[in-house]
């Protein structure tokens, strides 16, 4: 098992950047595809990226492409995700979530943790 808490959301401008932090403890986050989602209000929770280290595979929605990235720190147990070049449509609290499956899958469902969400708010 494992508990995951975000941190990092807060105001920018368009084209600025934030890096968001997802600390875990229990199991270490290698033993996990770790993803990030967001939802916005009135949306549905929408898949942003998705990482397993085990496997050496990373699946990226196609809007953050070339404009996020996720890393881990191991030794801290913090799976990050940095955002640049961000965007007003980007606004919406951001989850981290865990999945004990091996694919970096994109489907929420497949996820068995999630933290309790950051805010991300993109001023134009």
């Known amino acids: 098992q494992v508990s995951l808490v975000e941190s990092g959301g807060g105001l920018v401008q368009a084209g600025g950047s934030l890096r968001l932090s997802c600390a875990a403890s229990?199991?270490?986050?290698?033993?996990?595809?770790m993803g990030w989602f967001r939802q916005a209000p009135g949306k549905e929770r929408e898949f942003v990226v998705a990482?397993?280290?085990?496997?050496?595979?990373?699946n990226y929605a196609d809007f953050v492409k070339g404009r996020f990235t996720i890393s881990s720190a191991i030794t801290k147990n913090t799976v990050y995700l940095q955002m640049n070049m961000l965007r007003p449509e980007d606004t919406a609290v951001y989850y981290c979530a865990a999945a004990q499956s091996r694919i970096p899958a994109p489907d929420k469902h497949e996820y068995d943790y999630w933290g309790q969400g950051t805010q991300v708010t993109v001023s134009s």
């Open positions: 229990g199991r270490p986050v290698s033993s996990y595809v």
């Open positions: 990482s397993s280290w085990r496997l050496g595979r990373t």
